[in-house]
Each structure stands twice: as C-alpha cells, then as structure tokens.
C-alpha cells in the first residue's frame, strides 16, 4: 500500500520535471510575488512583452528572480499554459507565464514610465556664418546674402534684388581682399578716417577710379572693415537711405532697374557703366523674385 502511494505522489512532478522550458513556482505569499524560477535549460527575458523585443538576459536553470506585477503581451503556447501574461521581473524585463509554474497573485503593472531625455551635449557645434564669406562658392554666396539683403529692405527699403546685385559686383561673388578680409562687400569708403557706426575701422587698399569718358586709373583709398558680414548689409542700407544724394532712388523702391540708375546718378560709382552691369546681374540671376513687398 505505501509503494503505490509514493507512485501516485511523484508522478506528477517527474512529467513536470520532463518538460525542457518550464519555470516552476514555488509557493509564496501573493503580496509578496516572490517567484522561484526553476528551469530546465534556460528562458530569454526580454525588455517587452513579446518575443520580438530585445534579450536582456537568460535566466538560468533553478535561479531564483522576483516577479512584481502582470501586463498583457504576446499570447504564447507554453509548456504550463497557453497565454498572454507576462510578468514584469523586479528587474524590470519580462518573461512569459507560460512557462511559469503555478499562478501567483500579481497586480497589472503601472505603465512605465518614459525615459528621461538623454541631457544635451557639451561638444562644441560648427557655427553657421550669419551671411557670406569669401570662401563660399557663387550659389552659397547668394543663398547666404539673401537673408542680410530681404532684413535690409524690411529696414530701409532697398529693394533686395539691388542690394544681392551690388554685393556681387563689388566684391566678385565675395573673393575680393577687401570682402574676403574686411567683410567690406559694396565697396564702402571710409570719410575723414570716420568708419561709421557699423564699420570696426578703416584701411587702405588699392582700387579703381574712372572719370565721366571712362577712363580708369588704379589709386588708393580708405575703405570701411567689419566685424561680420551682416554688418556690412546693414551700413549699406542705411547708407543709401540716409545720404541725401540718394534720395531720389526712394522714389522707386518698386522699380529696381530705375533705383539702381538714381543711386549711380547719385555717385555711388564713378564707373560709367554701372547700372548697366547690376541691371545685368538682376537679370541674369533673376535677382528680382527675392524683392520683399514692403
């Protein structure tokens, strides 16, 4: 009578024993979720709860882990059971409960909370040069002058398609020395050694000076320098609106092609053919579709 007993009592736990991914439960109580995991071979604890998330660890044969609460997952066929639980461990991974032996008492987890944004880098960034330089090539020289030229015609009304044309002119698309150097991009002179309250200084540099019969001579003349580039679009605009001579261009602010003649009228150049060649540019780049209507 005793042998047949002991048969019927330890049955169960050798079939148990025969599955290969079982974790069994020991008893526990329920507020506390303490589960002792027994395996046979090893389970994949993962950082969701569904096989498709990442592996965080493998919990080995009869290694001991807490459990603290159940959420909803992927629905799996187990060794125990078939289900969708899955139990948050106190390490915060998941495992399935359908390997899990036994049903202890667990409360729905909390929704986790989202990680906290990783804090801003201190390496230092590239600056972006706030307007053109003299490395850039013609199609970044405009794209970068365009934004000084549109913030100069909301201030002064020059129209931005005479002010991109001027800067191309007087310094090569930004290659001259004296842009290059100086950030000096429409030729600005400087009077009586007085830079204006834009410029940082004055230097000299050689230049070209042409008389009503164009003839040309190369001479020397005091020019303005800047700190930034941005600078100098700012002391061209004011220039322009400030200078009396220059008042009857104001007139057109709607007409570039007529605003630039009235500001060579006014003797911004001495090179006689002056407005024809920023008419020029303005046409050949279409300068007018950057004109702001002000």
């Known amino acids: 009578m005793l042998r047949s007993l002991k048969k019927y009592v330890f ?15 020991a008893a526990a109580p329920a507020d506390a979720a303490v589960v002792s995991v027994r395996v046979k071979g090893s389970l994949a604890a993962r950082t969701g709860a569904a096989n498709w998330f990442g592996q965080t660890r493998t919990i080995k044969n009869r290694q001991k882990l807490t459990v603290t609460c159940k959420v909803s997952g992927q629905y799996l066929r187990g060794n125990v059971r078939r289900t969708a639980q899955w139990d948050r461990t106190a390490a915060g991974d998941y495992i399935s409960h359908a390997y899990v032996s036994g049903s202890p008492k ?50 002064t009304k020059v129209p931005t398609s005479v002010t991109l044309a001027q800067a191309i002119l007087e310094s ?78 104001f007139n057109y602010t709607g007409n570039p092609n007529q605003f630039i003649a009235e500001i060579h009228k006014g003797g911004y150049a001495t090179d006689p053919q002056y ?20």
Request: glycine share 6%.
């Open 11 to 25: 049955a169960p736990a050798l079939a148990l024993a025969a599955t290969a991914t079982t974790l069994v439960v």
């Open 106 to 155: 667990l409360p729905v987890c909390a929704p986790v909370a989202a990680p906290a944004p990783a804090p801003a880098t201190t390496a230092p960034v590239a600056a972006v040069p706030m307007g053109p330089t003299g490395t850039m090539t013609n199609d970044q020289f405009l794209a970068a002058s365009i934004p000084a030229a549109q913030q100069s015609q909301r201030d």
């Open 172 to 249: 090569g698309w930004g290659r001259s020395s004296l842009s290059a150097n100086d950030s000096n991009f429409f030729g600005m002179k400087c009077f009586n050694n007085a830079p204006g309250p834009y410029a940082a200084g004055c230097k000299s540099y050689s230049t070209q000076e042409c008389n009503a019969a164009g003839t040309c001579v190369t001479t020397v003349a005091t020019f303005r320098t800047y700190r930034a580039s941005v600078d100098s679009f700012r002391d061209h605009g004011a220039n322009l609106k400030s200078l009396s001579r220059y008042a009857a261009a």
């Open 275 to 294: 407005t024809t060649k920023v008419v020029a540019l303005m046409t050949k780049y279409n300068l007018y579709r950057y004109d702001l209507a002000v």
